[in-house]
Nanobody
Framework: QVQLVESGGGLVQAGGSLRLSCAAGGGIFSTSVMAWHRQAPGKARELVAG???????IYADSVKGRFTISRDNAKNTVYLQMNSLKTEDTAVYYCAARFAANLRYDYWGQGTQVTVSS
């Protein structure tokens, strides 16, 4: 019932930009904290950016100033605008959702590959 579908991944040159989108179904969007995580091969999954129902945003230090997370409640969609991409941004990016009272993200998308070439 709950489904998160990412789109927008692909191959981009270093210094370029990419926008990821995540459409949330199942009636959870308006009450959920939304986030983007990423995982590179051999590395732990990390939180890239999150946005609360009230619009509060958090970012990993590695992406602060380059990435922007936003949400469109009317469209039940969360976005990740990625600018000034670096090769180290290469990873599978996952959309995730959790209820505000929860500590863990319980709902995940299938992921979308972002590859940044030099």
């Amino acid at each position: 019932q709950v489904q998160l579908v990412e789109s927008g991944g692909g191959l981009v040159q270093a210094g370029g930009s990419l926008r990821l989108s995540c459409a949330a179904g199942g009636g959870i969007f308006s009450t959920s904290v939304m986030a983007w995580h990423r995982q590179a091969p051999g590395k732990a999954r990390e939180l890239v950016a999150g946005i609360t129902t009230g619009g509060t945003r958090i970012y990993a230090d590695s992406v602060k100033g380059r990435f922007t997370i936003s949400r469109d409640n009317a469209k039940n969609t969360v976005y990740l605008q990625m600018n000034s991409l670096k090769t180290e941004d290469t990873a599978v990016y996952y959309c995730a959702a959790r209820f505000a009272a929860n500590l863990r993200y319980d709902y995940w998308g299938q992921g979308t590959q972002v590859t940044v070439s030099s």
